[in-house]
């Protein structure tokens, strides 16, 4: 069965650059939710959408920002980057707003250097 | 306080017995409750869901949800080598996910 697909799956950054990860969720879901996840940590809900609009917003810094597109991809935007975003980022897709059940994706290693 | 505690340390088992995962939740509103393993490095795998009190069982697995109590575990019955990973307990709250900090369970051949 499709998954959730991420690119890039890994990226080195220097602090203040920028950088975009890309979700491609399972075919027919139109939720998508980013998820960030350090070092020896917990996954924490950052963004997502449904239907191309924001649905909820969680702890996402104001660097960084996010859409979705009408092929229901999105993309994670992630600006003046710092030290402490180097961390695992995934994303999860289910159908309908209230699906429930999130399916991941492999997720993109970021490394802020 | 956390909204989805996992407490427990390390948990090392033989091979072929039982993993027990205990969690507890804070938001008594919470109707959806889900375990995932991930293994280091990799994505958090859905394995069980629940929804309802009482248990459900998948093959090897069988969740226990108990609302009254906001309590969930996750039983693993003849624990496997592949089963040694991280256990995250995770909470549907306002359709966004919200984990504990996972068991990391070891199995011992």
């Known amino acids: 069965a499709a998954g959730v697909i991420q690119s890039p799956r890994h990226l080195i950054k220097e602090k203040r650059e920028t950088a975009t990860l890309k979700c491609y969720p399972i075919p027919r879901h139109d939720t998508v939710y980013w998820y960030q996840q350090g070092p020896g940590q917990d996954p924490q809900f950052l963004i997502s959408?449904?239907?191309?609009?924001?649905?909820d917003k969680g702890s996402i810094p104001d660097r960084f920002s996010a859409q979705q597109f009408s092929d229901y991809h999105s993309e994670l935007n992630m600006s003046s980057l710092e030290l402490g975003d180097s961390a695992l980022y995934f994303c999860?897709?289910?159908?309908?707003?209230?699906?429930?059940?999130?399916?991941f994706g492999p997720g993109t290693r970021l490394t802020v250097l | 306080q956390k909204e989805v505690e996992q407490n427990s340390g390390p948990l090392s088992v033989p091979e072929g017995a039982i993993a027990s995962l205990n969690c507890t939740y804070s938001?008594?509103?919470?109707?959806?409750f889900f375990w995932y393993r991930q293994y280091s490095g990799k994505s958090p795998e859905l394995i069980m869901s629940?929804?309802?009190?009482g248990d459900k069982e998948d093959g090897r697995f069988t969740a226990q949800l108990n609302k009254a109590s906001q309590y969930v575990s996750l039983l693993i019955r003849d624990s496997q080598p592949s089963d040694s990973a991280t256990y995250l307990c995770a909470v549907n709250g306002n359709n966004r996910l919200a984990f504990g900090k996972g068991n990391q369970v070891v199995v011992i051949p």
């Open positions: 959408f449904y239907e191309k609009m924001q649905s």
């Open positions: 999860a897709s289910n159908e309908g707003p209230r699906g429930n059940e999130q399916f």
């Open positions: 938001d008594r509103g919470s109707q959806s």
């Open positions: 629940i929804y309802s009190n």
